[in-house]
């Protein structure tokens, strides 16, 4: 096997995107990504069934597509790397089972990924690099993430921050959410203002025109008795709780309707966003603090969010610390993160997954790939 | 001819059918269990290919179980054959899996001109089809796959798991009391259909319920 530059593919389906991802070591050659968002749309959130019967009919059709940008062979991939958790227990075994397959019928080694360390991954790439991501450098730089990183992942399926002692077999969680994920949190918000699916963008949007001091939404787990202290910190100093800012937000609205009012929507979207994003960043840029991480790599579909990365930066910058945001589609679920941290992976020396393991819907980061 | 056959609509089995074989089988595997698919069914596949001393280039054809099955474990062996037959470029066929029960029913001492296979859908239900035999026939399939409540189906003779589960309410054929789609009967059947000039189905799941998901109704409002 080429370890130098191994040729790997990387599949996703965790959730709603089914991904196929090329890369040459640090190259991204393809990230090509079939969506089921549409089919959600009528349900206001996920639907994993739904999810799961799309990756069935996306999976072959998503790897042709892929192995036809990149204009490679499945003959030249070095190994294969699939997404086996975090993530939807259906959705993950199609993407699980298809990639076993897909080992069998090669005979290439099967390398089986942390999801949420394959989101820091895409740090890694030619250009995509937190070195020249952040606009400093251009590309071209050997890719090398930086000592002291952390990962700020946010999206409809996650809420996290990590350390990256090393991307290939040392990360640690920080902190999570303990409840609803952000984005999923914006999902149902917008279901109570009448926005539609998905809540982000359309929260984003009409929080521009809102008054985000017009009320104070709460800032979960915030209090002393969970915050605690550096030196003794409470039992959720760096976690998220946004399922009570969702139930504030209904009663809020309820107020209003209750008065014969009209809902003020839009300062309502901009005071939720403002308390999501506010404890989001707060919380992130202590963490980064107490655990001397001096590089934050934004993924998740929330890095979208403008207002996320508005003040995820002012405050990242004034606590001395380096934010770095890889483009938007490679932020998203897709398999071009996967194939990337396969790479990194195989570059290290570590030893394939075999096609024994069993995907796992609630896979720590400890585990950045699973042994064979 | 030489078929890869994969049932995963109840427990995970693949089998090598031919029919150049000996009784039409090169090799198969089995599971008892119904919940581990995506862990067995790829190494299973692979020491099957491995102990025939076979290569994808040398098989011919490959044909799945389309269900009705759980979901999440039906999915995993369509999954699997979907990616064998595109690597391998081989054409791709869908077998319902109940066929596999109704031709060991034939096969049997048990068999009978007109019966039910019963699965286990869980949630109380279960799938099921009505067929009939003719002497020295393949089974016909008259009616389904459906989905419902065994109290609910025709009063004959139930071959299968779910007539054993449910065997207060069926005519459950104690010798079939436990006995699951195996894809060593599926590949079998198709095999013969495929003798015979018969056209086979493509590997769309046959699913029979739609996913829980409602639809949310508007929000109440205050007042
Ligand atoms: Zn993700």
């Known amino acids: ?372 | 001819m030489l078929i890869l056959a994969i049932d995963t609509s109840a427990v995970a089995s693949a089998a090598l059918v031919s029919d150049d074989a000996l009784e039409g089988v090169v090799a198969s595997f089995a599971t008892e269990d119904t919940r581990s698919h995506a862990e067995v069914l790829a190494p299973g596949i692979d020491d099957l290919l491995a102990s025939a001393g076979v290569s994808g280039s040398d098989v011919d054809a490959i044909v799945t179980g389309v269900g009705p099955g759980p979901f999440t474990g039906l999915r995993s062996g369509i999954a699997t054959a979907r990616t064998l037959a595109f690597v391998w470029n081989k054409p791709l066929y869908g077998m319902m899996s109940l066929d596999a029960v109704a031709l060991e029913v034939a096969e049997s001492t048990d068999a009978v001109p007109e019966f039910l296979v019963v699965t286990d859908a869980r949630r109380k239900e279960v799938y099921w089809a009505r067929y009939s035999l003719a002497d020295g026939q393949l089974p016909q399939l008259e009616d389904g796959p459906h989905v419902g409540f065994a109290a609910d189906l025709p009063d004959l003779p139930a071959f299968g798991a779910g007539a054993g589960l449910y065997s207060d309410a069926l005519k459950a054929n104690p010798a079939f009391s436990s006995e699951q789609p195996d894809a060593l009967y599926l590949g079998q059947f198709a095999l013969a259909r495929l003798a015979a000039g018969d056209p086979l189905p493509d590997s769309t799941p046959l699913y029979l319920r739609e996913s829980d998901a409602q639809v949310p109704g508007p929000r109440k409002r205050a007042l």
């Open chain 1, 1 to 372: 096997m080429n370890r130098q530059q191994p040729l790997v593919l990387g599949i996703e389906s965790s959730c709603d995107e089914t991904g196929v991802g090329i890369v040459r070591g640090t190259t991204l050659l393809t990230n090509t990504v079939s969506s089921s968002m549409d089919e959600h749309v009528r349900f206001g959130g996920v639907i994993p069934e739904i999810a799961s019967r799309a990756h069935l009919d996306a999976f072959v059709p998503t790897l042709r597509q892929a192995l036809d940008d990149a204009g490679v062979e499945l003959d030249d991939i070095d190994a294969i790397a699939v997404t086996s958790g975090p993530g939807l227990a259906g959705a993950l075994m199609v993407g699980v089972c298809a990639a076993k397959a897909l080992a069998v019928a090669t005979g290439k080694p099967l390398y089986a990924i942390n999801h949420l360390v394959a989101h820091v991954g895409v740090g890694l790439l030619d250009g995509k690099s937190p070195a020249s991501a952040s606009g400093g450098v251009g590309s071209g730089v050997a890719p090398r993430l930086p000592d002291n990183l952390g990962a700020l992942l946010v999206s409809g399926g996650h809420t996290e921050i990590l350390k990256i002692n090393s991307i290939t077999d040392d990360v640690q969680l920080l902190g999570s959410t303990i409840d609803d994920a952000a984005g999923e949190a914006y999902d149902k918000v917008a279901r109570i203002l009448g926005l539609g699916y998905p809540g982000g963008p359309a929260i984003d949007r009409l929080a521009k025109t809102g008054n985000p001091k017009a009320i104070r939404f709460p800032r979960g787990l915030s209090q002393p008795k969970y915050m605690g202290s550096a030196e003794e910190p409470g039992p959720h100093r760096y976690d998220w709780s946004f399922s009570g800012l969702k139930t504030a937000v209904a009663r809020c609205v309820e107020q209003f309707e209750a008065r014969g009012e009209e809902v003020p929507v839009a300062d309502i979207a901009a005071a939720f966003q403002e308390a999501v994003v506010d404890v989001i960043t707060s919380k992130a840029v202590l963490a980064c603090r107490e655990n001397g991480i001096k590089d934050v790599l934004l993924g998740g579909g929330v890095a979208a969010n403008s207002r996320l990365r508005e003040l995820t930066g002012q405050r990242c910058a004034s606590a001395g610390i380096r934010l770095h945001v890889p483009p938007l589609d490679l932020c998203t679920d897709n398999g071009a993160m996967v194939a990337a941290l396969g790479a990194q992976l195989v570059m290290a020396g570590v030893a394939p997954s075999g096609i024994r393991f069993a995907p796992d819907s609630s896979m720590p980061v400890t585990a950045v790939s699973l042994p064979a």
